[in-house]
Nanobody
Framework: QVQLVESGGGLVQAGGSLRLSCAAS????????MGWFRQAPGKEREFVAAITIRWSADITHYSDSVKGRFTISKDNTKNTVYLQMDSLKPEDTAVYYC?????????????????????WGQGTQVTVSS
């Protein structure tokens, strides 16, 4: 069983920055593929970013809406994955969720599917004011 706990959300003005953290339990964190999703009121949960493992190397992936503004990173020594969010926009307002997949990553784009992930955090609210 893996527990994920997000932190770092809050209220920020448009153009500002926030860094989300997701601390994971378990000894196999270095083998997990990690993702960030978000859900705005009245909308479906959507993929934001992921970091997958292929041939022992980390590969980052981003949705088009955040590419160039958000950065995902992983610190295996701290069992933590981060989402650095810069140049925030009001449309980034949502609850942000961290997720872990214990599956092997063979390439492809299924990292954007919420069903690929086995464990989820409780979410952290990010609100961007205009």
């Amino acid at each position: 069983q893996v527990q994920l706990v997000e932190s770092g959300g809050g209220l920020v003005q448009a153009g500002g920055s926030l860094r989300l953290s997701c601390a994971a339990s378990g000894r196999a964190f270095s083998t997990y593929n990690m993702g960030w999703f978000r859900q705005a009121p009245g909308k479906e949960r959507e993929f934001v970013a992921a970091i997958t493992i292929r041939w022992s190397a980390d590969i980052t992936h981003y949705s088009d809406s955040v590419k160039g503004r958000f950065t995902i990173s992983k610190d295996n020594t701290k069992n933590t994955v981060y989402l650095q969010m810069d140049s925030l926009k009001p449309e980034d307002t949502a609850v942000y969720y961290c997720a872990a997949s214990t599956a092997e990553y063979y390439g492809g784009t299924y990292y954007f599917r919420s069903t690929w992930y086995d464990y989820w955090g409780q979410g952290t609210q990010v609100t961007v004011s205009s």
